[in-house]
């Protein structure tokens, strides 16, 4: 079912703002195509809310039946479901975010907002106020936010989600149900490899397609081999704390792969013009919440459609669907920069382990990162050729880095 949030959502993203805002890439007049872009897509849902296991969930959020125009609630609705939030008890709290930059972050910034909370950065020694929701930022892992003693709430990508579940924490919601169909990572590439190595670039989309398709093939019959292929290769690489037993860990991961939809584009011809509307969207909202210091006009963009048709090029994708892709002439390396131990990219995984990529003489060589703005960091610097990240950061540090030309 089609889920909305029933809210107008001003997101106020102070710290984010104040870290990004003066970010700018040093370009150099050597030749080469500027900017980045978007290339592809990874996936849509896949994070969640878990809370301390002191915590009640009920107290959080209220699944139930209301009827909106009788209700003085801030809720979001799922069908006939109503999420609806007990404002009062998230005042004065402190929830964990893995970068102030990530989408997780961004998303509880949209909570807030919804909830008429300020937004705003938690330090030792902070004095709590009821009007605010507190937030700890550059928290990667459950393991870290477990250590966290101010925080009663998590919002974290997969499989860290089901992580804590393992170890007692109750989950308040899945962003699944709260944002829908959302966004979330994406593929970027600089323009100059795209243009340089359309050759190379179009067949590492074909086989990461291919491997999208194996594990959502592997998804949809849990009792088959090729499930638990894909289940040996996510214990293999997803992170899990040393705590967690093997029927633990087997457990996390199988909870996550339910929760994340993998995706390589908007539909099998390589179509991403759905991505386009969301990162419109996504641009604007930044923009106009102060986290992007850059606006579309600043850019050299009529408005923000223009600015996603142009970041967003989704011929690469659609030339690797469509041409008859064959090996490479010769051994080629990719370097690829994803985020480190996350089931998101796991299908780059797949691909690696299984010898998809060496079957078209691709060496795809992966450094893991600690969050989107990091592989951000990596790809604008040109220390690797393909970024596997969050949509949000991609567009905040593009946009004000002005790395998107018209």
Known sequence: MDKKIIAILAVVIIVAAGA??????LKKDDGKEAGLSIVGR????GSGIILKNDQDPHDYITETLITPVEQDAKYIRNGDEYFVFNVANWGGKVFATPGAATIQHVQLAELAALMGLKF??????TALSNDTLYYQAGVPSYAEFSGKAACVGFIIWEAQVSVGVQEGCPVLALTNDLFAGHTCCIIGASNDYVKKNADTLETFLFVYSKAVDKINEAKADPTSDLYNNVLAIAK????????LNDSQKEAAIKAALDNVTYLYADGSTGNLGKLVDDVAALAKSLVDSNVISKNAKDLGFADYSALANKFVNDVPMKNAMSKEIKKLDKKTTIEVAAIAGDIHQLAIWYAKDTGMFEEYNLDVNVSAQSNGPAI????????????????PPMTIRCMNAEDIHA
């Open 236 to 243: 293999n690489r997803v992170s899990m704390p040393d705590g």
């Open 120 to 125: 705003v950065s938690y330090v030792d020694g």
């Open 42 to 45: 990874v996936n849509s849902e």
């Open 376 to 391: 951000y960091t990596v790809l604008a610097n040109g220390e690797v050729n393909i970024g596997f990240l969050g949509a």
């Open 20 to 25: 990004v805002a003066g970010f700018t890439l």
